[in-house]
C-alpha cells in the first residue's frame, strides 16, 4: 500500500507550530498519534512521530514518504538497555522486491504466451469454420440446381444463356400475355 502523504506526517510542520492529530484509519492500517513539533526558526532538522498499526491479514509496505520540503527520512526506534536508538530505515523497494516482482513478471509472461498460443488455435479453428460453411452452401446450392433442373455452367461461362434460351422465354411470355402471332 502506498502511504506517501500519510507517513509524511512524521514530518510536517518543521517549521511551523506543533501540530497533535487524533487517530486515523486508512483502510486496516491505524495511524496512532501522529505529531510533530515547533522547531527554532535556525534549526536545520524538525521531528514528528507516528506508529502505524497493520490490523489486516495481509502484509503492507510502507514503500514511499514524501512531504513539501526536500528531505524525510524514516527512523525507527529501538529501546535497548534501557537506552533508546535511534535507526535510520533505507527504502529500497524495488531491491527488496525484486525476486517477487521478477517471479510475477515471469507468471505475466507465462500466461500471455499461453493466451496467444490460444487465440492463434481459435483463428485457426474459425477460418475452418468458415470454410466447412461455404463449402456447404455451395454443396446445398448445387443439389437445389440439380433438384430445380438448372445447369449452373453456361456456354459462355458467365452464366448467361444461350440465344435460342432466350427467344423460348420471350416466346412463353408473349403466350402468357395472348400477344403471340
Known amino acids: 500500500m502506498k502511504l506517501s502523504a500519510w507517513a509524511a506526517i512524521a514530518a510536517i510542520c518543521v517549521f511551523g507550530q506543533a501540530v497533535v ?8 492500517l491505524v495511524i496512532n498519534h501522529p505529531m510533530a513539533f515547533e522547531t ?30 526536500a528531505r524525510v527520512m524514516l527512523h525507527t526506534t529501538e529501546m535497548k538497555d534501557d537506552i533508546a536508538r535511534m535507526l535510520i530505515r533505507k527504502m529500497k523497494p524495488l531491491e527488496d522486491l525484486s525476486e517477487e516482482l521478477t517471479r510475477h513478471l515471469k507468471a505475466s509472461d507465462e500466461e500471455m504466451i499461453q493466451f496467444k498460443t490460444h487465440l492463434q488455435q481459435q483463428r485457426l479453428r474459425y477460418e475452418q469454420l468458415q470454410n466447412r460453411t ?47 402471332t
Open 21 to 28: 492529530a487524533h487517530d486515523f484509519k486508512i483502510g486496516d
Open 134 to 180: 461455404t463449402e456447404y452452401l455451395h454443396r446445398t446450392q448445387m443439389q437445389q440446381w440439380e433438384k430445380d433442373g438448372i445447369d449452373p455452367v453456361c456456354d459462355d461461362g458467365y452464366g448467361a444463356r444461350a440465344d435460342q434460351e432466350i427467344e423460348l422465354e420471350l416466346l412463353k411470355r408473349k403466350d402468357e400475355l395472348g400477344l403471340a
Open 40 to 69: 527554532p526558526k535556525t534549526a536545520m532538522t524538525g521531528g514528528g512521530y507516528l506508529s502505524i498499526t497493520n490490523n489486516g491479514t495481509q502484509t503492507d509496505r510502507l514503500i514511499e514518504v514524501q512531504a513539501d520540503f
